[in-house]
């Protein structure tokens, strides 16, 4: 099976460059490097089945599709994880994270009728929003401000869902998307600003944990390998087709016990910076409701927040020595 994966130098991204080529598919990796990193593909570039392309998805037009035909054959699956994802980085690069969920989700669309690929969209589960229903079942329509601090990831994801769609009733195409709660793992850009990376590179060089807003509102954090398994899934299944499918872990907790357990598997004493307030519209509560995936991947997460810690810790130490100077 041939596979292109946009994104493919980010965190999620890049693990999923890995999962194919072991399954012994040919991928081809695109990214723009706007928040991802070469580094993360190391091991894939060692790999004869792996290409990459430096290409900005939403320039990906119809000689790309041709170049990309010609010198890598025509793929049969798309999955579409180009799009910055740490609210740090979508505030910095607004427009592109617009550009990359609208004009880059019709580009790859169009490559999907093009080449007769099958679909996957990575959504998000901001596209609930701040919600008043609990925990989300994919039914939810969210409950979302059209023009705060987020909206240029929370409003352009859920057009992407609603372009995905439309475009599947017009055309025809083989599509699904995924709604993915917070994952965590190793290769997160230490300094992208998400809670893991900031909490476990705090606790990495013996600085207060930074909890914003008291640390009461909740998350539900899903390791990097069941993500990765559960969009594998996701992406074979026929039964997926066409559907909407929330893939998390339904552990919540708040973001205080998490700076405890972060402190606890990192061995230092629980020392807090909670001079930050809450950010505007951060969401109070987010948990999945994966019955859904349950029942039609037969998919449930298998790591359990202390395993999925130890191996980031690792991997952030690995990464912070390399880096200190
Ligand atoms: P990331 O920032 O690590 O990776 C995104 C990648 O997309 C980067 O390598 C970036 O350079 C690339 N990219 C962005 N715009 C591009 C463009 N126009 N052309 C080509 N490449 C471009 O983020 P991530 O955490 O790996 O997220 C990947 C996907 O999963 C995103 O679509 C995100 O919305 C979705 N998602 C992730 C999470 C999570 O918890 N990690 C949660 C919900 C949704
Ligand atoms: N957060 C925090 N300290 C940090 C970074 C984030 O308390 O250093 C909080 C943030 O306010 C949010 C939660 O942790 O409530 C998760 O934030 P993240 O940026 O990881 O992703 P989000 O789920 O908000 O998209």
């Known amino acids: 099976m041939k596979v292109l994966i946009t994104g493919a130098a980010g965190f999620v991204g890049s693990h999923l460059v890995d999962a194919y080529l072991s399954d012994g598919c040919d991928v081809l990796g695109i990214d723009n490097f706007i928040t991802g990193?070469?580094?993360n593909l190391r091991d894939a570039r060692e790999n004869p089945r792996f290409a990459f392309r430096e290409l900005d998805v939403t320039k990906m037009d119809e000689r790309s599709l041709a170049d990309i035909a010609e010198s890598f054959g025509t793929p049969d699956l798309i999955l579409h994880f180009a799009s910055p994802a740490s609210p740090i980085d979508y505030a910095q690069?607004?427009?592109?994270?617009?550009r990359v969920n609208s004009l880059g989700t019709e580009n790859c669309c169009q490559a999907?009728?093009?080449w007769g690929a099958r679909l996957l969209l990575a959504s998000t589960s901001e596209c609930y929003g701040d919600p008043l229903v609990h925990p989300q079942p994919e039914s939810y329509w969210g409950n979302v401000n059209p023009v705060g601090p987020r909206s240029c990831y929370d409003e352009s994801k859920r057009y992407a869902e609603a372009?995905?769609?439309t475009f599947t009733n017009v055309h025809g195409i083989d599509s699904r998307i995924i709604r993915i709660f917070?994952?965590?793992g190793p290769r997160m850009r230490v300094d992208d600003g998400r809670v893991v990376p900031n909490f476990v590179g705090q606790a990495l060089r013996g600085e207060p944990l930074t909890v914003y807003g008291g640390g009461m509102q909740t998350r539900s954090f899903c390791y990097v390998s069941d993500l990765v398994d559960g969009i594998r899934a996701?992406?074979?299944?026929?039964?997926?087709?066409?559907?909407?499918?929330?893939l998390g872990n339904p552990e919540e907790r708040t973001i205080r016990q998490f700076a405890e357990i972060v402190c606890e598997i990192a061995g230092v004493p629980l020392d807090v910076d909670d001079a930050t307030p809450m950010p505007v519209d951060d969401p109070g509560r987010r948990c999945p409701d994966i019955s859904r995936a349950k029942?039609?991947?037969?998919?449930?997460?298998?790591v359990d927040i202390r395993t999925g810690l130890r191996a980031t810790l690792l991997d952030f130490s690995a990464r912070l020595t390399v880096t200190t100077p």
């Open 37 to 39: 990193d070469i580094s």
């Open 93 to 98: 690069r607004p427009l592109e994270t617009m």
């Open 112 to 114: 999907a009728l093009a």
């Open 163 to 165: 372009f995905v769609t």
């Open 182 to 184: 917070n994952t965590y």
């Open 234 to 246: 996701c992406a074979a299944s026929d039964e997926t087709r066409g559907r909407i499918v929330n």
């Open 295 to 302: 029942a039609l991947l037969g998919w449930s997460p298998k």
